[in-house]
């Protein structure tokens, strides 16, 4: 009788490999689900979220609100404190929530919120998630900046000359009692109600916004967006709009000294003092009148 050759398989052998399988098989199982678990305490399901509200006993002063990865609002109230609302998300079964941190430093009467979503999670897997804020603010509390990563930066109804930065979002500022200053890098811009612009820009996004008052040299850019701008009459500014592959119209307003072609629009308002620059690169711009 011939020996059995390498690779032959008898029918007990059959049974062997069968078992021997099921055994390595159901270890790749256990060492998946013990993965996912997360053996140093990650979180274990996708789509899980946790809620932190504080409140801080703040009627005046000012205010900084920042994500690093996540949205970022700040709203009017008419209580007499801060109230936040924050919530964690995890990118992904690897990402711990405890990793991920919510924290608040009071200097004087300044208040600074910044979420820090924990960096790379486990293993570099995954991702390691986001935290949006939400902050609701007395009138006596001036909003200083707004900064949102990979999410919308807006302020709604709140005092102060306000910054609001946002990078892969939106930025939307309405009824702010105060200047603002705006800037996305992949978002629409929209500003209606407030008291002035110190500046608006933006790469990839449509820009519409109010223009009621400027106080030196302002810029209103995007590079691949149309530019919406409502500008006061009583506005003390030279502006200057210019596309490089699109048009330019203006309603109501004494802007008609143009240049060789339709891509350029100048003209004065009061004394011309300050210099209003709007300029986008492929799309349109129209002007109107703000009353």
Known sequence: MMGKRYGDVTPHDSGLVTSTRRKL???????????????????PFVGKREKVDKTFDMNTGR?????????????RTNADEIRLHAVKEPGSVFADL?????????????????????????????GSGSISLDAAVPRGVAVETVTANNGD??????????????????VVARNVDGTVSLSSTNGPIRARGVVGVDGAETTNGEIDIEVPAIDGHVSISSTNGSITAALSPALDARVVATTTNGQITAHGLSLDARGTDRNTLTGTLGDGTHRLTIETTNSDIELTRLD
């Open 63 to 75: 205010l900084t609100v920042a994500t690093d990865s996540g949205g970022a609002s700040v709203r």
């Open 98 to 126: 405890e990793d991920m941190a919510v924290e608040t430093v009071r200097d004087g009467d300044h208040l600074r919120i910044a979420a820090d979503s924990g960096g790379s999670s486990w293993f570099g897997l995954g």
């Open 25 to 43: 098989l159901g270890g790749c199982a256990v060492a998946v689900a013990t993965a996912s678990a997360g053996c140093s305490g990650a979180t």
């Open 153 to 170: 930066a807006t302020a709604t109804g709140v005092a102060g000359d306000v910054a609001l930065r946002a990078t892969n979002g939106k």
